[in-house]
């Protein structure tokens, strides 16, 4: 096997494994919900209460951007544990690993930095 491809063997019992890929589902599925729900917030308030403040405007769309890639993230990484779930046999790929913990962490700091762009956004309104 080439090394990309060398199995990981996880020291857990099958059901810590699964019941973890449960959990990680499930945080995913939050964080898209979060994620949906602050696109929404900062689209209904960049239309109504902070429209007069244009030179902001581009952190409005940058928190939007960061929310969306969020979102595709955790699908992403939502489909990939449904798909371990389905054909699951206790071994992760090197590569595997690799690519959840790069979706995973991008999704969750994604969230973060959408959060940040937006106070940047409102920031002008309250000062």
């Given at each position: 096997?080439?090394?990309?491809e ?8 099958i059901?810590?494994?699964l ?7 499930d ?9 949906s729900?602050?696109?929404l ?25 960061c929310?969306?890639?969020s979102?595709i993230?955790s ?9 371990n ?22 999704a ?14 409102a ?5």
């Open positions: 096997m080439a090394e990309s060398e199995k990981v063997i996880t020291n857990a019992p059901n810590a494994v019941e973890g890929e449960k959990l990680l589902y945080v995913m599925k939050h964080l898209t919900t979060l994620s729900g602050s696109i917030l900062v689209a209904t308030l960049a239309g109504t209460v902070f429209h007069n403040y244009p030179p902001t405007r581009g952190w409005a769309l940058a928190s939007i951007l929310f969306v890639v979102i993230c699908v992403s990484l939502m489909l990939q544990v449904a798909n779930t389905a054909r699951f046999g206790g071994t992760f790929t090197r590569q595997e690993v690799r690519i959840r913990d790069i979706a995973h962490y991008a969750a700091g994604l969230f973060v930095l959408g959060y940040v762009c937006f106070v940047l956004y920031l002008p309104y309250f000062t």
